[in-house]
Nanobody, 120 residues
């Protein structure tokens, strides 16, 4: 089992910055992917990918956040950060941390989510 604890959400004005953190504990495979997803207000909205980073440091970003958001991992490799700059009102969402353990049997874990609200 894996537990993910997020922090760093909040309210910010458009153009501002926030940094999200996620700490993972439990059984973490050596080959894994950590990332951030978000779900905007409205029950019909799906959870969308924001950014991911592999254990080797390879990153992937949604087009909507490229050049504004940066994902990174801590030295302990069980933490992931999302630095969000030049925030826009459309970035308002609940942000979820995700860990995918990759192996013969892969598994997927989610944090509880942290609210990010960007005012115009």
């Amino acid at each position: 089992q894996v537990q993910l604890v997020e922090s760093g959400g909040g309210l910010v004005q458009a153009g501002g910055s926030l940094r999200l953190s996620c700490a993972a504990s439990g059984t973490i495979f050596s080959i894994n992917v950590m990332g951030w997803y978000r779900q905007a207000p409205g029950k019909q909205r799906e959870r969308e990918l924001v950014a991911t980073i592999t254990n080797g440091g390879r990153t992937n970003y949604a087009d909507s956040v490229k050049g504004r958001f940066t994902i990174s991992r801590g030295n302990a490799r069980n933490t992931v950060y999302l630095q969000m700059n030049s925030l826009k009102p459309e970035d308002t969402a609940v942000y979820y941390c995700n860990l995918k353990n990759l192996g013969l049997v892969s598994s997927d874990y989610w944090g509880q989510g942290t609210q990010v609200t960007v005012s115009s």
